[in-house]
């Protein structure tokens, strides 16, 4: 049973991930604070939920929503500046997203907030239902995973990509660099939103640590370790981040001295993350 | 997409496992063992495994087998442990938990499974009230009774006026809501630093000096009571403004706060001098099965949980599938605490006594806690009549 | 009782709400200096942290996550040294050359192998390396984390001005990042290897092309950067206490500090740091009020906290969409040319 909690958690986060790799991986931007969307995501499940809003038909949407506009707003921002100060900018309004759910008293705080009914579909699924909640994160994360994978073959996408190579010559022909951009960001933003309300629906628990931008550098992490830009980069690179977690804590307390080197081999011998790895292992 | 298969594989496996029922008590253990926090789920555990040494290892005739998991004093973590206790491993009891927040986050997949949770530490407000349960035990407290205890000490002191610190969290803000319930004089300021990251309190320092306030209030467990000692030394208010604490001198923090701590009072309901012979077995055990070390207040109450849930399993004779028997069995406190006797009012909270604890030199110069007096004898919470059960 | 009651007399004269305006205001101001003063000490210290990161990130273009491990590690010596040795200063000028080494063997080892790489590979290795260096901490001293006790002459309080008193070892800190933030602005400025930083700052390539040795060059300001995080976790170390993982959150703010500052700017990284250290503190000193004028008592205490962490982050945010390349950008040129070229 509790694998099967493990494995939605791990789906949930490679959904998240995955969304990540759509805007760094794809459009070269560094978004240090996509956390936030898993937060914000949670929040609107969880004050719904608690506010006697049960249904997922409300609550979903919801999440969706604030996540685009939040994505939308910051972006108009953050698209203003460019390399490390993108990073920190993106970081920087995660962070003021992150005290602003430490001030929500009536919501719990800091220490959280509980959601006692998950989201209610009536009877096309019950979330409560550990298999069937398991089917449906398996199911978005499919259906993101392809919707990406049509993004990034479109004719957007390939403005995108070519925005990421070379801003300067896209715009002498005349793309709006920042428009591209910024719609790129917020589909990103309400992806990883819709991540956040499936992981408030699975821990039952939504609290402001899942904003902090140490959960931003985890899922950076887990796109960079699986291979950037890759369509099955992120889901390589966090399931393998995960796993690797969770098995190297039943080996030993001290995991992460484990951990730690193999990230840095990882980046010394591997360019490109494990699927760059494992493309030139391929070519032999 | 072949990965996504193989994790649906994977899980398909996991689910077709049987039920587990064991010829083992299985008792989870959910505490902080990572992180600048780790000594307290360290001493939880030392004191847990003495406990279970004392008992030889068996509860009702059948051996004991004991899981712990590190929450990282995260309450997702901590919650994510727990279910996994409860679904994966198929505990017959729960214990631990230091941090208010960890328990609040966890409660519920506890409660839902009808899994008994015996709280070690943490002892938030809702737990007394709103949110109790037949399958909730606590052997500490509820966040309130030890600072109503200091409010009621600063009263007797002819205390008139007092500034209020603490962190932002479910326990500070009980702890405060505390002092304030039963103190009488005057509270001129109350401040909340951000949990767990603000590790520098000049600003507050220098409010508290500026407001002058008669005495100061603190609450900060773990590491954070050093810091703060050490601040307040450094500022030169231990020698202006007396400081009265809770849970922010024990074992653990005083080799580190060493003579700042010196004279400082805090209430609490264990001190390692209570004179009872199952405390001086306790303490003296524990010294000699772990040389360097003493054991704390949370470490006494992990004892008193470990010779809790063995009371149960004895009283249905190992057969843990009778949970009503359980419950009554430890309603009834059938068991020698470290504390001295106490009882559970309805909502599984202990009324107990509350001690005065002064930290002093003993005869080899070394710094040590002491009982001073008796502050309140059968002390309950105040939200026992917000919790349902009768 | 008697005298506490007397006392109570004497202090409720100079506390705020009774009706003396003189000393009320009088009081106001005091705290209002001590306040300030709480500020500088905390910026100061971030600038030490700063420094050396803007230093390494503007020469190297190496961005270093495990900056906050090397803070962390000076804290950790220092508690070591000064306890073998039984000396305060002595343990510290260990702890800092010790720092230093370790700074040394780490540029050797890995982080130069980094240089040239992508920004993200050096996310990915350094978070690699604070995990190892959190992880190793624990099994060298143990998870209990160590006291670092000043010496007896450093814990007394100063009047530095009638009615104001203040730790004697916060204006200690004070006085020697001054005094190291004016070596640091001599050295660049009027020195020939200071030269030389300054020249990579603004051109790597160029001072390459000058048959410089740069990678004697990176080592060694890899090394004071290095000794200048040690410098600072030492010195922060007998106010906080030393434990693992205390380089991770001020690692933030000392981002956000060149971030404002400009990255590669000494001078940036000194105003900004001073200017964030005073935000946050002032922020935490008057904000709860403020809030409570306009919201019920529980509510702005609970939000106060949460707001006045957040104003370091609105200022960074407000300053980039502003100026997107920080206040006192370095090495302007550099950036407008990677601005063209750079693959985001």
């Known amino acids: 049973m509790f694998v099967l909690t493990l494995f939605t958690r791990i789906v949930i986060l490679v959904l998240a991930a995955a969304s990540l790799n759509l805007i760094m991986g794809y459009g070269g931007m560094m978004s240090f604070g996509h956390a936030a969307y898993l937060g914000i995501g949670g929040y609107a499940v969880g004050i719904l939920a608690q506010e006697g809003f049960g249904s997922g038909f409300l609550q979903f949407p919801v999440a969706l929503a604030a996540s685009a506009i939040y994505a939308l707003v910051i972006g108009a921002l953050s698209l203003r500046t460019r390399g490390v100060y993108f990073i920190m900018i993106t970081l920087a309004f995660a962070q003021m997203a992150y005290y602003v759910a430490s001030g929500l008293a009536r919501y719990g705080g800091d220490d959280g907030l509980t959601v006692y009914k998950r989201s209610d579909f009536g009877g096309l699924i019950n979330l409560s239902n550990r298999t069937q909640f398991y089917y449906l994160c398996l199911a978005c994360l499919l259906g993101v995973v392809f919707l990406i994978w049509r993004i990034v073959n479109s004719r957007f996408g390939m403005v995108v990509q070519g925005l990421r190579s070379n801003e300067q010559r896209m715009q002498a022909i005349g793309f709006p660099a920042k428009r591209y951009k910024l719609v790129c960001f917020v589909i990103s933003g309400t992806l990883c939103g819709l991540a956040g309300a499936l992981l408030a629906n699975n821990t039952d628990f939504v609290s402001p640590a899942v904003m902090y931008w140490t959960r931003s550098g985890d899922l950076m992490v887990m796109v960079i370790l699986g291979g950037m830009g890759v369509l099955f980069g992120p889901v390589v690179g966090a399931v393998a981040y995960l796993l690797l977690e969770e098995l190297l804590s039943q080996v030993t307390e001290y995991w992460a001295l484990i951990m730690g080197p193999l990230l840095l081999l990882v980046v010394l011998f591997g360019r490109g993350g494990i699927m760059g790895l494992l493309g030139r292992l391929n070519r032999g | 997409m072949r990965t996504a298969f193989w994790l649906a594989g994977a899980t398909a496996l996991a689910l077709a496992g049987p039920a587990y029922a064991g010829e083992t008590i299985k008792i989870g253990f959910v505490s902080t063992f990572s992180g600048p926090t780790a000594v307290i789920g360290n001493d939880m555990r030392n004191s847990f495994e003495l406990a279970l040494d004392h008992l030889g290892r068996k509860m009702g005739g059948k051996p004991v087998e004991v899981i712990y998991e590190d929450d990282g004093q995260k309450p997702d973590v901590g919650k994510q442990k727990t279910e996994k206790l409860v679904q994966s491993d198929h505990v017959d009891f729960i214990a631990g938990y230091i941090w208010s927040n960890v328990l609040l986050a966890s409660l519920k997949s506890a409660v839902d499974s009808q899994t008994f949770l015996i709280s070690a530490n943490a002892g938030p407000s809702q737990l007394a009230g709103e949110l109790c349960s037949p399958y909730v035990f606590s052997t500490s407290w509820q966040n309130d009774q030890t600072p109503q205890a200091m409010g009621l000490y600063m009263n007797q002191k002819g205390v008139k006026s007092v500034f209020l610190i603490g962190p932002n969290y479910a326990a500070g803000k009980d702890m405060l809501a505390g002092v304030k319930s039963t103190f009488k004089g005057k509270v001129v300021g109350e401040e909340y630093t951000v949990w767990p990251s603000q590790l520098d309190f000049s600003a507050e320092l220098s409010k508290a000096r500026a407001s002058g306030a008669e005495s100061v209030f603190v609450f900060y467990p773990g590491a954070a009571g050093v810091q703060f000692l050490n601040q307040y030394t450094q500022a030169g208010l231990k020698q202006q403004i007396p400081l009265y604490t809770a849970f922010t001198i024990d074992e653990l923090s005083l080799p580190l706060q060493k003579e700042n701590a010196l004279g400082v009072p805090g209430a609490q309901e264990w001190v390692n001098d209570l004179p009872n012979e199952q405390n001086k077995r306790f303490v003296a055990d524990y010294r000699k099965k772990y040389p360097n070390l003493r054991p704390t207040f949370y470490g006494a109450q992990s004892y008193d949980a470990a010779q809790l849930i063995n009371s149960a399993v004895v009283a249905v004779g190992g057969d843990t599938s009778k949970k009503d028997a359980m419950k009554a069995a430890m309603e009834k406190v059938n068991f020698e605490s470290v504390r001295g006797s106490f009882k559970y009012g309805n909502n599984h909270i202990p009324i107990q006594n509350f001690y005065l604890q002064d930290v002093v030199k003993d005869a080899d110069g070394q710094l040590s806690l002491k009982t001073v007096a008796t502050i309140i004898k059968d002390s309950q919470d105040s939200f026992h009549d917000k919790c349902p059960m009768k | ?344």
């Not at chain 3, 010496?151 to 800190?173: E, M």
């Not at chain 3, 940036?268 to 200017?275: D, M, S, T």
């Not at chain 3, 529980?298 to 945010?317: D, E, G, K, N």
């Open chain 3, 1 to 344: 009782m008697v005298r506490s009651v007397s006392n109570h007399v004497a202090r409720s004269i100079l506390s705020c709400d009774t009706p003396q305006p003189e000393h009320d205001l009088r009081t106001r101001m005091l705290l209002v200096v001590e306040q300030f003063l709480n500020g500088l000490q905390f910026g100061l210290l971030l600038f030490l942290l700063a420094a050396g990161l803007t230093l390494v990130f503007g020469i190297m273009d190496l961005v270093n996550l495990a900056h906050g491990s090397l803070y962390m590690m000076g804290a950790y010596f220092a508690a070591t040294f000064v306890a073998w040795t039984g000396n305060f200063l002595l343990g510290a000028v260990l702890a800092l050359a010790a720092t230093l080494l370790l700074g040394i063997v780490l540029e050797f080892t890995t982080l130069r192998h980094l240089y040239g790489r992508d920004h993200l590979d050096h996310v990915l290795a350094t978070f690699g390396l604070i995990l190892f260096f959190n992880e190793a901490v624990r099994l060298i001293w143990g998870p209990a984390g160590l006291a670092l006790p000043l010496p007896a002459w450093l814990t007394v309080p100063v009047a530095i001005l009638p009615g104001i008193y203040y730790p004697a070892y916060r204006l200690a800190i004070i006085v020697v990042a001054l005094v190291v933030a004016l070596l640091l602005y001599l050295g660049v400025m009027r020195t020939r290897v200071g030269m030389l930083i300054r020249a990579g700052a603004s051109n790597r390539e160029m001072i390459g092309a000058l048959g410089i040795n740069i990678k004697l060059l990176y080592t060694l300001v890899f090394g004071l950067g290095a000794a200048l995080a040690g410098l600072a976790g030492l010195m922060q170390a007998p106010i906080l206490t030393v434990q693992i993982g205390m380089g991770e959150n001020i690692l933030i703010l000392a981002f956000v500090i060149i971030v404002i500052g400009g990255i590669g700017s000494i001078r940036g990284a000194f105003l900004a740091a001073i200017f964030v250290g005073i935000i946050d503190t002032m922020g935490r000193a008057f904000l709860p009020n403020l809030l409570r004028q306009m919201l019920s008592s529980a509510a702005a205490s609970t939000a106060a906290p949460a707001l006045s962490s957040m104003l370091i982050y609105l200022v960074m945010a407000i300053v980039l969409v502003v100026r997107p390349e920080g206040l006192f950008p370095a090495n302007r040129r550099f950036i407008r040319k990677r601005a063209a070229t750079c693959s985001y």
